[in-house]
Nanobody, 126 residues
């Protein structure tokens, strides 16, 4: 059972990146997927979440309107499209999965996530 995050890199301010979170050993169809990030010297924070149905998504205020979370069930993969990137988006990004269906007040709670990817570095700099 594994989550594999990829797609990070170095991008200039205003640029875009698309992160992928591929699952192996289990079917993501029934899981809620979230993206978290951790910047140097800061605590890990929730970025976005998509529930198993795909109909409910949540975003941190700092990324709303710039980031889009999605999932492709045929590829057993979730994505985070990041546009209009800012230097403050620089962090290691992690994907996580939970069998539960969190709500707005609970999706950022790391304790509910059963599986975590290894992280992918995103650096926004000119």
């Amino acid at each position: 059972v594994q989550l594999q995050a990829s797609g990070g890199g170095l991008v200039q301010p205003g640029g875009s990146l698309k992160l992928s979170c591929a699952a192996s050993g289990f079917n993501l169809d029934y899981y809620t997927i979230a993206w978290f990030r951790q910047a140097p010297g800061k605590e890990r924070e929730g970025v976005s979440c998509i529930r198993g149905s795909g109909r409910s998504t949540f975003y941190a205020p700092s990324v709303k309107g710039r980031f889009t979370i999605s999932r492709d069930k045929s590829k057993n993969t979730a994505y985070l499209q990041m546009n209009s990137l800012k230097p403050e988006d620089t962090a290691v990004y992690y994907c996580a999965a939970t069998i539960t269906s969190p709500i707005l007040s609970t999706w950022k709670s790391e304790d509910i996530y059963n599986y975590w990817g290894q992280g992918t570095q995103v650096t926004v700099s000119s």
